[in-house]
């Protein structure tokens, strides 16, 4: 079936859309994006993803196109067109295409952003198998930008990780600088050992996760210890347990990393509990 995707003020079918081929996006990587999960057909944290693509837009200096209210709608629109229970709805929002190619941007108050947003419809997202079974990753050098914080489009080498784990019979990989784990490709990493859960601090080196906050707050509130700080891949191959956050994987389990076996190999208790309570208290408040 065809979906309907939102592009610049209009609904269309996904086969009549268009963007210029002189948008800074295409060309410059000039933008940013946000994922939101819908469970039960309902968005998951998306006032924490509004706040966020807010301070992303700011902190590149591109204009805010719309309020976060309007946002909501289109999302809830989007849903609703293309009968999403559990999916993704994708946003991206560009500087636009201003004119030709340039390296400097023109005046954000008289440039006209894109708008894009496209829904992915994932059946089952809650109770994927791969929470069960848990995942691989691997180590691998963090080669990105020094703007990590700022969600922006520039993908390549988290991609190229993938591919790189991929290759090496894993699920995915933990990004490496200076000695100490930065995150995964597209998530948050995290180990834990006895009643203390160790992750890195939030700093313009590691993405602010959305889902990160809330599974954060949650530990807490469980009565785990929560410390954030840098950590080594050997710190986390002596751990119970390890998981990633990510808005579409929620909480993930990790069984192994660069070939070493975490406990017995197999998803932790804590890990579990806390992909159920980040659901179950997600649902609560879902729009």
Request: no cysteine; charged share 30%; glycine share 8%.
């Amino acid at each position: 079936m065809t979906r309907t995707v939102y592009v610049n003020g209009e609904f269309l079918p996904e086969t009549e859309a268009k963007v210029s081929i002189f948008d800074r996006a295409f060309l410059m990587a000039d933008g940013v994006y946000e994922v939101t999960s819908v469970l039960d057909g309902k968005l998951i944290d998306f006032d924490g993803h509004a706040v966020r693509l807010e301070r992303s837009l700011n902190e590149l200096d591109i204009r805010s196109p719309m309020t976060k209210e309007q946002l909501l709608e289109i999302h809830r629109e989007l849903v609703e067109m293309n009968g999403i229970e559990d999916g993704l709805v994708y946003l991206q929002i560009t500087r636009g295409a201003p004119g030709d190619r340039d390296f400097v941007f023109p005046d954000p108050e008289t440039t006209e952003p894109t708008v894009v947003l496209f829904t992915q419809n994932k059946p089952g997202l809650a109770d994927s198998p791969a929470a069960k079974k848990g995942m691989k990753v691997i180590s691998i050098e963090d080669q990105r930008w020094g703007r990590r914080d700022i969600k922006t489009v520039q993908l390549l080498y988290p991609s190229m990780g993938k591919m790189m784990a991929k290759k090496a019979g894993a699920d995915d990989a933990w990004m490496v600088m200076d000695g100490y784990v930065t995150e995964g490709t597209s998530n948050n990493a995290y180990y834990i050992k006895g009643n203390t859960i160790v992750t890195r601090a939030l700093s313009n080196d590691i993405l602010h996760g959305i889902t990160r906050a809330a599974v954060l707050r949650f530990a807490a509130e469980a009565q785990m210890k929560v410390e954030e700080r840098n950590f080594t891949i050997e710190e986390a191959q002596q751990a119970d347990e390890a998981f990633i956050t990510s808005a579409s994987s929620f909480v993930m389990p990790v069984v192994e990393i660069d070939g070493v076996p975490l406990g017995d190999g197999r998803p932790g208790p804590k890990a579990a509990r806390l992909r159920e309570i980040y659901l179950e208290e997600s649902r609560k408040v879902a729009v």
